[in-house]
């Protein structure tokens, strides 16, 4: 029976989807590079950038946030429907995926991994097809949006790699561009090929102009417009590292760098049937910020160009002549009004948080908060019984014990510092545990205040102490010995593999279970070639291993949390997940606009902080969202 339970929960899991979301109205940029601009009804468009961010940025001015994923987000594309979005996921190595959003009840409908990457995403005209272009020989791939995005046999021939793909109106048709120098039309009814032209190879930025008549990309510093009808260059510009502005119109803009004058120039050149001199008018001298580099566009049905750079921030203008030469400084969409909360400690009734300058205090769920302590430029901190430890994730930098004596006064002591980045840290009364560069593991004993080096191995994830002698480390399981978690004695440095599966292991926990201790954590698994991501429980004196949540893919951002009795973790990227360890009940807490990176909490209250730097508030009884707060750039903190 408790077999079928714990399989009962796990299938529970595997089924459910991301529900109670919200996204965030707000003028905030993107937290780092932003990497595609697309257009939808209404006046509206999305961008999507390297904090996995999408942001529907609405014609008052203000944007939907509402962050899809802890990867970057490469390309976007928006159904014909106007409700679903599509958007490219990767680490940039070994996971790429494709998913499937529904914007109005922000769900995920469908995703799909690939083992290659994806270099071109696109709707067909009746949103029929989902088309994906991959770097592989696979090629182009229709991917089915009704049925969990399932290839479908389109075309007949072999595609190649193909950066470019639209299909007419009715869908009868798909014009692919292959870097490969191939032009290609294909009946998407019998998916035949109908025409085939040769034109020019490894064009970059390429893109459709004037209903498709034309092909334009750059190559060698150097524009080229493509009769798309033919396969023949119609004209080659000469510029240097241009910037093709996307764009339905039927004229090419383009910009470039001034280095003589520090600013932009927007060029023209006009597509028309009758003009065929295609020559580059200079139409507009503009900067952008503070020189800021500009990383997406996207010219809209209104003639709004809008720019995203690699802050974040967006910037707009309209295509009209800049006056008598004069430069335009172009006014900014976005608008930076928050800090950053990077980590969040519960101590009784009282939260504390760290920002970038400094340490508040503040009672569990009142917004009031008072000055506790300046940052020592630390990034996390962590509750040990009364005091707090503070230490900077892959960094050099020191950690410190934050002393709070019974006067409320705070004494600040350095407990030892490290030569390579810290990639983990554990605290409890037996010491602290800290991992170096994936490849260390050091103990410091509070009492005789050393910092001592146990073991050193490749691949190494996290690691806890189970009593004052032993010490457990989760790694991966290629490197010797070959299993991905091992006891090692303090004393002896005594090494013993433990018989568990998995490739690699991390976010290790110790807790107390009918007076025995068990160690949860997370593993990744994979199996004929496909990855699994649970969540598991370890006894080591039975050494016993039972799985008690999963997720079909690959999550190694996931964290575990063991809180009276209750487990917390984000597995599957869809938020904070509760799994009472007594009933074997789970539930999906509702989530905020974005993803949470850690959960702490007492016997009342949960506090997640999110990836980017609000904190949400959660009832421990229930489940239920209390409270979302920022922390504005006036230091205090605000509802949303």
């Known amino acids: 029976m408790k077999i079928k339970s714990l399989l009962t929960v796990i299938l529970l899991f595997l089924c459910s989807t991301m529900i109670f979301s919200q996204a965030q109205k707000s003028l905030q940029p993107h937290q780092g590079k932003i990497q595609s601009i697309v257009e939808s009804a209404n006046n509206t468009f999305y961008t999507a950038g390297d904090d996995g961010f999408v942001v529907k940025w609405l014609p008052d001015g203000t944007g939907e946030h509402f962050q899809i994923s802890d990867l970057e987000i490469k390309l976007i594309a ?32 469908n995703a799909k991994r690939f083992t290659d990457s994806i270099v071109s995403l696109e709707y067909s005209a009746k949103g029929t097809y989902l088309m994906a272009g991959t770097s592989s020989v696979d090629g182009m791939l229709f991917l089915d949006p009704k049925n969990k995005l399932t290839p479908l046999s389109v075309v007949k021939d072999f595609t190649g790699t193909v950066t470019v793909a639209k299909t007419g109106k009715t869908e009868k048709t798909v014009l692919m561009y292959s870097p490969q120098g191939t032009l290609t039309y294909y009946n998407l009814a019998d998916g035949s090929k109908v025409q085939e032209f040769d034109c ?76 065929l001199q295609f020559i580059p008018v200079e139409l507009q001298y503009f900067t952008v910020g503070n020189l800021e580099e500009i990383t997406a566009n996207l010219i809209s049905t209104q003639n709004e160009i809008i720019y995203g750079t690699a802050s974040g921030a967006l910037y707009s203008t309209g295509i009209y002549p ?65 005091d707090l430890i503070l230490w900077s994730i892959n960094d050099t930098k020191p950690v410190y014990q934050l002393k709070i004596n019974e006067n409320n006064t705070t004494e600040i002591i350095e407990l ?188 009342t209250h949960l506090a997640t902080v999110n990836q980017d730097g609000s904190i949400t508030w959660y009832s421990t009884s229930t489940n239920a969202k209390l409270e979302n707060w920022n922390l504005t750039a006036e230091n205090y903190l605000s509802s949303f």
Do not use: C
Request: hydrophobic share 35%.
């Open 78 to 109: 928006v159904s014909p429907n106007g409700t679903d979005i599509a958007v490219y996921e990767t680490d940039g190595f070994s996971i790429h995926r494709v998913s499937e959003w529904n914007w109005k009840t922000l769900t995920r409908k």
């Open 200 to 275: 020019e190879t490894l064009l970059e930025q390429a893109t459709l102009l004037y209903n498709n008549v034309y092909l334009v990309g750059t190559k060698n510093d150097s524009i080229s417009i493509i009769k798309a009808t033919t396969g023949e260059i119609s004209a080659t510009i000469p510029s240097k590292n241009p910037i093709i502005l996307k764009s339905s119109g039927s004229d090419l803009h383009f910009v470039e760098f001034d280095e003589q004058n520090d600013r932009f120039i927007l060029k023209q050149v006009p597509l028309k049937k009758s003009d």
């Open 322 to 386: 800049s006056d008598e030469g004069i430069n335009i400084d172009l006014p900014k969409l976005t608008e930076t009004a928050n800090n950053k909360i990077s980590d969040i400690a519960i101590i009784d009734s009282n939260y504390y948080f760290i920002s970038h300058n400094n340490i508040y205090v503040g009672k569990i769920l009142e917004s009031e908060i008072t000055l506790f302590a300046e940052n020592v430029n630390a990034t996390n901190i962590m509750a040990l019984d009364n």
């Open 416 to 603: 030892f510092t490290i030569q390579k980045p810290i990639t983990s840290l554990n605290a409890s009364n037996e010491g602290i545990v800290t991992i170096t560069g994936n490849s260390t593991v050091y103990v410091y004993n509070f009492e005789k205040n050393t910092n001592e080096e146990i073991y050193t191995s490749s691949g190494l994830q996290d690691a806890i102490l189970y009593d004052s002698e032993n010490l457990y480390v989760a790694k991966t399981a290629v490197t010797n010995p070959t299993s991905a978690l091992i006891n090692i004695n303090i004393n002896t440095k005594e090494t013993v593999p433990h018989p568990v599966k998995g490739d690699i292991m991390f976010s290790l926990e110790i807790q107390n279970k009918n007076d025995v201790k068990q160690i949860y954590g997370v593993s990744v698994t994979t199996s004929n070639g496909k990855k699994t991501t649970e969540i598991f429980t370890y006894t080591p004196t039975t050494k016993s291993y039972a799985p008690l949540l999963q997720w079909a893919d690959e999550d190694t951002s996931a964290f575990v949390n063991v809180i009276n009795g209750v487990i917390y973790t984000n597995i599957a990227k869809s938020g904070a997940r509760s799994l009472n360890l007594n009933t074997k009940k789970s539930a999906l807490l509702k989530r905020s606009a974005s993803l949470p990176k850690a959960i702490v909490g007492n016997k």
